[in-house]
């Protein structure tokens, strides 16, 4: 038994390391979930291949994610659901959809795939905890979202999204 305070005392530390966020990565609340992501690195890649990507984008007057204003007003205690939405929206429908002949553009947009897949792994298991469902509100915003992606063609819906990475990125960041 004398063993046991020092391995409770190591497992604790270990345990509140693992919560802790890595370098460069800052904690969001959505709803009663807080989650951990660097922001700021999956900008830096968008921000390389935003002009190529928007170049793609065949219909300008149309927006997926703010038309008409879907992220607007979203409750704070909705944010947990619909962002679970977004980045498994992202994850399943626009990444998947998203690959060029330019071996850059590929590699950027699977970093910036594979940072959401990992919030959408840390959002997932705190949502399933914290049982965060969304209200009716938030469940028309996220139909309208899909709405206007399924108004046009896959990879023409996929590289717009991808180009309105940034409209996702302002409101998470207004989740801090």
């Not at 004398?2 to 693992?18: A, D, K, Q």
């Not at 660097?38 to 990507?53: D, L, P, Q, V």
């Not at 679970?84 to 399943?92: A, S």
């Not at 626009?94 to 947009?109: M, Q």
């Amino acid at each position: 038994m004398r063993g046991s305070p020092l391995f409770l005392c190591l497992f604790s530390v270990s345990f509140w390391v693992t919560l802790m966020p890595t370098a460069g990565e800052k904690i969001f609340h959505f709803g009663a979930c807080r989650v951990s992501m660097s922001t700021a690195e999956i900008r830096a890649g968008f921000t390389a291949i935003k002009a190529n990507i928007q170049s793609r984008d065949p219909v300008r007057s149309l927006s997926i994610l703010s038309h008409p204003h879907p992220l607007n007003r979203v409750k704070s205690s909705d944010r947990c659901c619909i962002t679970h939405h977004l980045l498994t929206f992202y994850v399943d429908k626009v990444f998947k959809h998203c690959t060029t002949e330019d071996s850059f553009l590929n590699r950027k947009i699977s970093s910036i795939a594979n940072s959401f897949l990992s919030a959408r792994r840390k959002l997932g298991q705190c949502r399933e905890q914290n049982n965060c469902e969304c209200g009716e509100e938030s469940t028309e915003k996220f139909k309208q979202i899909l709405t206007n992606y399924e108004g046009l063609n896959v990879t023409s819906a996929a590289m717009k999204s991808l180009g309105e990475l940034d409209i996702l990125l302002d409101w998470m960041e207004k989740s801090r």
